[in-house]
C-alpha cells in the first residue's frame, strides 16, 4: 500500500458523535453503532469506519488543491454491534481491518488512486498464494459509485455470486438479469395469408403442418 503512494496513520477509534450526526450517518448506523456519553455528558462513537475522522483531518491540513492528491491508510480496530459474526470470526463485534483513503483534485484522479489500490491487493493476495476473484459489490452506507470484493470460494460462505460467460461476475445482491433479444421470423408476409388447416385443431399441429 505505501508502494502505490499512501501514507500510512493511526486514527482514534474513539470519535466524538457530532461528526457522524455532521454527516448524517449517525441514523444511518442504526442498531450497528457503539454509543455512548462520557461522564461530562458528551456523546461518542467507537469507531466502525473512519471516514468521518479522516476527512476532519485533511480538511484541517489540506488548504489548496495544489496539496492533492493525498492517500492514507491504517490498519486499525473497529467495533460494530453485529447481530450475529458473518462467517467464523469475521465480522464479530470488534474486528481489525486495513482502510486507505484518497483525496483527489477531480474524479479521474479519483480514477487513478482507486485503480492503484486495486493493484496493490492483487500483489498482496498474489503473493500471499491466495486464489481470488473480483467481484463487483454492494456500496452500502459506504455510498460511491463503484465498490468491489475479493473473494474466495468457499463451499462455507454465506456470500453468493452470479457469473456468465462473458466474464460477468457480481453479488447476487446487486445482480441484474441480461436483456434478451427477441429476433423476428425468418419469413414475414407482405399482407395476410388464408391457409387451409382441415382436422388440425392445436397451434402445435398447425406448425408442424
Known sequence: IARAGAEEILMPAL???????????????????????????????LGPTHEEVVTELVG???????DLPVT??????????????????IRTKEFIMKDAYSFDRDLPGLDVNYQKMSEAYHKIFTRCGIK??????????????????????????????????????TSLDIAQRGKFEV???????????????????TIDEISHR
Request: net charge neutral; proline share 6%; charged share 25%.
Open 132 to 169: 481470488f476473484k473480483v467481484v463487483t459489490a454492494d456500496s452500502g452506507m459506504m455510498g460511491g459509485s463503484m465498490s468491489q470484493e475479493f473473494m474466495v470460494e468457499c463451499p462455507y460462505g454465506e456470500d453468493k455470486v452470479a457469473t456468465s460467460e462473458g466474464g460477468y461476475l
Open 183 to 201: 429476433q423476428p421470423p425468418a419469413i414475414q408476409s407482405a399482407k395476410p395469408e388464408i391457409f387451409d388447416t382441415p382436422n388440425l385443431r
Open 72 to 89: 492514507l491508510y491504517q490498519i486499525q480496530t473497529k467495533f460494530r454491534d453485529e447481530a450475529r459474526p458473518r462467517f467464523g470470526v
Open 60 to 66: 484541517g491540513s489540506i488548504k489548496s488543491f495544489r
Open 15 to 45: 470519535q466524538p458523535a457530532e461528526l457522524w450526526k455532521k454527516t448524517g450517518r449517525y441514523e444511518t448506523l442504526g442498531d450497528d453503532k457503539i454509543a455512548f456519553k462520557n461522564r461530562a455528558g458528551h456523546e461518542f462513537v
